[in-house]
């Protein structure tokens, strides 16, 4: 790698090992009993319930990244700790659901909380026109590492 490559290398690997090591930090000094994948299920929990999307354990685990089987290890886990509970359909007694308590509610909040304030950060230092240019960029990025076929979650949103 030379030039341009090496330095978009360098700033992909180095900062979004910074961004979540400091994200990993904030959370988890407010919420100790919490990991950072942890707040990130919880966080995914909240985002099913909140937009109506399948909460069965099947989808939380794919949409995490995650097999069925680590995310029945973290769901007993944060089950134990009262941050999520499992409850059954009401119209297919076989499928269970995931859904948040309040206290992964008031985590949900604390990791969104962080996200804005460090957008705020990044967006303070630029101008619009940058914020434009960063906006379209992300996007194309965001594109590029998203599953194949998949839309990302940003598609559609305006500044």
Not at 6 to 25: C, G, T, Y
Not at 78 to 85: A, H, M
Not at 109 to 132: K, N
Request: hydrophobic residues 40%; negative net charge; contains cysteine.
């Amino acid at each position: 790698m030379e030039g341009r490559s090496a330095k978009i290398n360098q700033f992909l690997v180095e900062v979004f090992d910074q961004i979540l090591r400091r994200e990993e930090a904030v959370l988890t000094a407010q919420y100790p009993r919490l990991s950072l994948r942890e707040i990130h299920l919880i966080d995914g929990v909240c985002r099913a319930a909140d937009r109506g999307e399948d909460n069965r354990a099947t989808a939380i685990a794919a949409s995490q990244g995650v097999t069925a089987g680590t995310l029945t290890t973290a769901v007993n886990l944060l089950e134990r700790k009262g941050y999520v509970v499992r409850q059954r359909d009401e119209h297919d007694r076989r499928v269970v659901r995931i859904l948040p308590t309040p206290l992964a509610r008031e985590a949900e909040a604390a990791h969104r909380e962080f996200h804005r304030a460090m957008v705020e950060r990044v967006l303070s230092e630029l101008t619009a026109a940058e914020a434009d240019v960063l906006v379209e960029t992300l996007g194309k990025l965001a594109r590029f590492f998203a599953p194949e076929g998949g839309k990302t979650e940003t598609e559609g949103n305006e500044v």
